[in-house]
């Protein structure tokens, strides 16, 4: 069975910073893309950032130049560098990952359960 687990959230001062770790568990043939949404208070789920199996990058235009998405394939990680935290940042964080739980099947998405980041003084 197949597990993302996020970790790291917590309360920060605005312009502080934080660093979100996802980790993938159980049987994985291999990660395809891995990504970060965001559900803010009362609004839907959006994407933050997500990052292929090259290392490419795409950024939400709201936190570009703040955060930084990068994986760690052997040990099956994503992580989320979030700095110069503001207030609209509050959320829950979720990770994402498309993979492939066999070599012979297709490729399937797969969610955390979400960690909680809150920006306030």
């Known amino acids: 069975q197949v597990q993302l687990v996020e970790s790291g959230g917590g309360l920060v001062q605005p312009g502080g910073s934080l660093r979100l770790s996802c980790v993938a568990s159980?049987?994985?043939?291999?990660?395809?893309?891995m990504g970060w949404y965001r559900q803010p208070p009362g609004k839907q789920r959006e994407s933050v950032a997500n990052i292929s199996r090259s290392d490419s990058t795409n950024y939400a235009d709201s936190v570009k130049g703040r955060f930084t998405i990068s994986r760690d394939d052997a040990k099956m990680t994503a992580y989320l560098q979030m700095n110069s935290l503001k207030p609209e940042d509050t959320a829950v964080y979720y990770c994402?990952?498309?993979?492939?739980?066999?070599?012979?099947?297709?490729?399937?998405?797969?969610w955390g359960h979400g960690t909680q980041v809150t920006v306030s003084s």
């Open positions: 159980g049987y994985i043939f291999r990660i395809n893309t």
């Open positions: 994402n990952a498309d993979l492939s739980p066999t070599a012979w099947g297709p490729a399937e998405d797969y």
